[in-house]
């Protein structure tokens, strides 16, 4: 316990703190599974044409669009009502999304209203999505030791990849140990049941949570905001577009570098539809190992060098590496997914923090919702649909890793001119207040 004017602040529990790290492990594992099974779900909903991967693709764009406002309705909730209960909200409303996807029909069985309901399905999902990441990232940084935010913020980022990884490893388990008829027919929604227990199992633990302390503070000290929003566009417009570049940065180094991958070595016919998978497991690992060091490091050096030199990485590497991967050579495949995954973990791990110290207690969920999700709509949501789009019409093997070149180059200026977030190390326990 330390005081914090005339108010004493309880630290987080650890137990607490667990919960809300792990956590978005299902999160992760529930979103993502749309892109690692899209070549399945374009047979299941959308027929198997040869345009269904598209429609798949720009069903998952479409729905992100979703995912800004969700975040703008949670962060509101946690910047007036809480973080604890944004968390418990948005994880009911994803395990009920979860559960809904398993048990939709097909098109085989309805025609494109198969499609239709799987992209409101995401909608909500999305939605869900906005107000997940951000909130948890704020209760992670507000809980943690001011020496220790880097490391402890990027367990989320960390624990979204384990989550990744299992919705690389359910996916690939289940095409392997079925036939083609089989997986179309039922066994496409085995992962989605898997994802819906885990959600429900998460809300559960949530209810154990304590209330972040900064929000306690807020309320303590009367200065929770009335309108979060508009106090965080009134006086941290700057911060804003510091945090939208951080943000644009990560999101086509992660949807592009790792998730779209899959799809565009089994579009490209480099490799087969499980093997493509298979090789998403070892990018997966790659970032739950380099994600922690990074978080730590940046706690070391700062989040500023650490960042530009890693946006000097997403302009020269990914290019050489997309051009590598089309060429089908087993070695250089996996080296080429392990370079992404290490540059995109990067970025995760140290854009966690980065971007929730840009922001006061007051007001920080809906900083980060007017900000992260926004750009993580644009470079996420929308580039694996615009890469694939583009590679098929250019028959450029290396366009997606110039897309990530294009917008690396963009942010460079605003992290070379961005003050640095990194507490001192001097500063008091858990001082959320910046």
């Not at 919960?19 to 779900?41: G, H, M, N, Q, R």
């Not at 069985?109 to 951000?134: D, H, I, K, N, P």
């Not at 960390?158 to 690939?172: D, N, Y």
């Not at 590497?317 to 370079?339: K, N, Y």
Request: proline share 5%; aromatic share 8%; hydrophobic share 55%.
């Amino acid at each position: 316990m330390r005081a914090v004017g005339t108010l004493q602040v309880v630290g987080i529990s650890r137990a607490s703190m667990t919960i809300a790290a792990i956590s978005t492990i299902v999160e992760w594992y529930d979103f993502t599974l749309y892109l690692y099974f899209a070549t399945v779900l374009a047979r299941v909903f959308f027929g198997g044409g040869s345009g269904s991967l598209l429609y798949t693709l720009a069903g998952f764009a479409i729905s992100y669009a979703m995912r800004p406002l969700g975040a703008v309705v949670f962060g509101h909730i946690g910047d007036r009502s809480g973080r604890r209960r944004t968390m418990l909200l948005s994880m009911g409303l994803m395990t009920l999304a979860m559960l809904a996807t398993a048990l939709l029909p097909t098109y085989h069985q309805v025609g494109a209203a198969a499609g239709v309901l799987l992209l409101l399905l995401r909608c909500m999902m999305a939605f869900s999505v906005g107000g997940e990441y951000t909130g948890v990232v704020a209760y992670l940084l507000e809980g943690a030791d001011a020496h220790r935010r880097g490391l402890i913020t990027s367990l989320a980022p960390a624990a979204s990849e384990i989550g990744a990884l299992f919705a690389v490893a359910v996916p690939a388990l289940t095409v392997g140990l079925m036939s083609t008829a089989s997986l179309d027919s039922w066994g496409w929604r085995i992962p989605f049941f898997v994802g819906a227990a885990l959600a429900g199992s998460t809300l559960i633990a949530r209810t154990t949570m304590q209330e972040s302390p900064d929000f306690e503070r807020q309320r303590a000290n009367g200065t929770v905001p009335i309108a979060p929003a508009r106090h965080t566009l009134t006086h941290h417009r700057a911060a804003l577009l510091r945090t939208f570049a951080i943000s644009a940065l990560g999101s086509i180094t992660y949807y592009v570098g790792i998730t779209y991958v899959p799809a565009f070595l089994h579009s490209t016919g480099t490799v087969g539809e499980g093997e493509s998978l298979g090789l998403s497991t070892v990018a997966a690992v790659a970032v739950i190992l380099i994600t922690p060091l990074i978080g730590a490091l940046s706690d070391r050096v700062g989040r500023k060098p650490v960042l530009v030199v890693l946006a000097v990485l997403s302009v020269m590497l990914p290019l050489a590496m997309f051009t590598v991967m089309a060429g089908g050579s087993r070695v250089a495949i996996v080296l080429g997914a392990i370079v992404l995954a290490f540059v995109a973990g990067g970025v995760s791990a140290v854009g966690a923090p980065a971007t929730a110290e840009q922001f006061p207690g007051e007001g920080r969920l809906s900083g980060l919702a007017l900000s992260v999700t926004v750009a993580t709509a644009i470079f996420g949501g929308l580039t694996p649909f615009l890469a694939e789009l583009l590679t098929q019409r250019t028959g450029w093997a290396a366009v997606p890793g110039a897309m990530i070149a294009v917008i690396a180059l963009a942010v460079l200026p605003v992290l070379l001119t961005m003050p640095e977030t990194r507490p001192s190390p001097h500063a008091d326990h858990n001082a959320s207040h910046v």
